[in-house]
């Protein structure tokens, strides 16, 4: 069997550019990292409905994110707005595609090796499909993580402990930050096609390095057992394209 996952402070947007703040109220979280360490706190809006979208013509992966299809967007930021991303995924017959727009005002190109990525400035998303119990990782979950380095970036499966050869990646320095667009064959991630309205779990997080190694994690969803503990990231359904 193959499966699927990702998580979210949402900007819970319908559209290709809707990142910045959102007007809803705000909660602090109580399962971040940085909260833990007495560091100034991961806040989140209320979340919503996340549906993973079926569908939406190949988009080019050049860092250009005009071309998406119009998708819910999830954010998650940090109480000082030093450090945030909003995030987007979709998926079609063959691929799963997902973008990343980080704000991150010391950015540090991150060189860690295979297996060790996570270590310094990145993104991780998380997708599961299989329907039995979420307390444990199994076949159908997927943990990938893409490193912040414009000239070599490193996509790490962390589910097959394996890197992903047929992996699109463009990783792209932008103002206040950097950005990230990739696509992934289905078949590679271990998932089948998705049908409309099929359970799947989704996470994401940011992870953080003002020097050398990672300073603080930023999880959407869960916390920072998500990466062992499917149960954490967020339940959605896959659904055709509005």
Same mark, same amino acid.
């Given at each position: 069997?193959?499966?699927?996952? $990702?998580?979210?402070?949402?900007?819970?947007?319908?559209?290709?550019?809707?990142?910045?703040?959102?007007?809803? #109220?705000?909660?602090?979280?109580?399962?971040?990292?940085?909260?833990?360490?007495?560091?100034?706190?991961?806040?989140?809006?209320? #979340? #919503?409905?996340?549906?993973? +979208?079926?569908?939406? %013509?190949?988009?080019?992966?050049?860092?250009?994110?005009?071309?998406?299809?119009?998708?819910?967007?999830?954010?998650?930021?940090?109480?000082?707005?030093?450090?945030?991303?909003?995030?987007?995924?979709?998926?079609?017959?063959?691929?799963?595609?997902?973008?990343?727009?980080?704000?991150? $005002?010391?950015?540090?190109?991150?060189?860690?090796? !295979?297996?060790?990525?996570?270590?310094?400035?990145?993104?991780?998303?998380?997708?599961?499909?299989?329907?039995?119990?979420?307390?444990?990782?199994?076949?159908?979950?997927?943990?990938?993580?893409?490193?912040?380095?414009?000239?070599?970036?490193?996509?790490?499966?962390?589910?097959?402990?394996?890197?992903?050869?047929?992996?699109? $990646?463009?990783?792209?320095? %932008?103002?206040?930050?950097?950005?990230?667009?990739?696509?992934?064959?289905?078949?590679?991630?271990?998932?089948? !096609? !998705?049908?409309?309205?099929?359970?799947?779990? +989704?996470?994401?997080?940011?992870?953080?390095?003002?020097? +050398?190694?990672?300073?603080? #994690?930023?999880?959407?969803?869960?916390?920072?057992?998500?990466?062992?503990? !499917?149960?954490?990231?967020?339940?959605?359904?896959?659904?055709?394209?509005?």
């Amino acid at each position: 069997m193959k499966h699927w996952l $990702v998580r979210w402070t949402s900007v819970a947007m319908f559209g290709v550019a809707a990142a910045c703040a959102s007007t809803q #109220q705000a909660e602090p979280s109580t399962a971040d990292a940085d909260a833990a360490a007495g560091k100034l706190p991961v806040t989140r809006p209320k #979340q #919503q409905p996340f549906p993973v +979208i079926i569908g939406g %013509a190949p988009v080019r992966i050049d860092g250009d994110l005009s071309d998406w299809p119009a998708v819910p967007v999830g954010r998650v930021a940090k109480a000082d707005g030093t450090h945030a991303c909003n995030f987007r995924v979709f998926v079609d017959a063959t691929r799963l595609y997902a973008a990343f727009e980080v704000t991150d $005002v010391t950015p540090v190109v991150n060189t860690a090796g !295979p297996g060790r990525n996570w270590q310094g400035d990145a993104v991780e998303l998380f997708v599961g499909t299989h329907p039995e119990r979420r307390d444990e990782l199994k076949e159908g979950d997927v943990q990938l993580v893409i490193s912040y380095n414009p000239q070599a970036p490193l996509v790490w499966n962390y589910f097959s402990h394996k890197p992903m050869p047929g992996a699109a $990646v463009v990783v792209k320095d %932008a103002p206040g930050g950097w950005r990230v667009e990739a696509s992934f064959a289905l078949a590679e991630l271990g998932l089948e !096609p !998705p049908a409309p309205g099929a359970p799947v779990w +989704i996470d994401f997080a940011l992870d953080n390095a003002d020097t +050398i190694g990672r300073a603080s #994690q930023h999880p959407w969803h869960g916390n920072p057992d998500l990466y062992k503990t !499917p149960k954490l990231w967020k339940r959605s359904s896959f659904a055709p394209q509005p």
